[in-house]
């Protein structure tokens, strides 16, 4: 089993940055992928970024050039740095991690992007 616990959602105006973090916890050594997913009411999961444990990336088009993602294996953690957000990336953040033949969920933690 791995753990996943989000921090660092929050409210912020248009233009602004958020940090949000993701702690590991459990059989770490397993996970073979993380990422980050975002839900509004009535749509969706999706996609905003991944990363592997070596470390390549990956990310949303709606996202590119804004949101950085990174991992430390020696910490257990996740984050992902969220610049010059938008109203349109006010939504449920939820950190996943993939092992083999499981997939693993966050609780979710909330951002909003108003003025």
């Known amino acids: 089993q791995v753990q996943l616990v989000e921090s660092g959602g929050g409210l912020v105006q248009p233009g602004g940055s958020l940090r949000l973090s993701c702690a590991a916890s459990?059989?770490?050594?397993?996970?073979?992928?993380m990422g980050w997913y975002r839900q509004t009411p009535g749509k969706q999961r999706e996609l905003v970024a991944t990363?592997?444990?070596?470390?390549?990336?990956n990310y949303a088009d709606s996202v590119k050039g804004r949101f950085t993602i990174s991992r430390s294996s020696a910490e257990n953690t996740m984050n992902l740095q969220m610049n010059s957000l938008k109203p349109e990336d006010t939504a449920v953040y939820y950190c996943?991690?993939?092992?083999?033949?499981?997939?693993?969920w966050g609780q979710g933690t909330q951002v909003t992007v108003s003025s």
């Open positions: 990363i592997t444990s070596g470390g390549n990336t």
């Open positions: 459990g059989r770490v050594f397993s996970i073979i992928v």
């Open positions: 996943n991690a993939l092992s083999t033949g499981f997939n693993y």
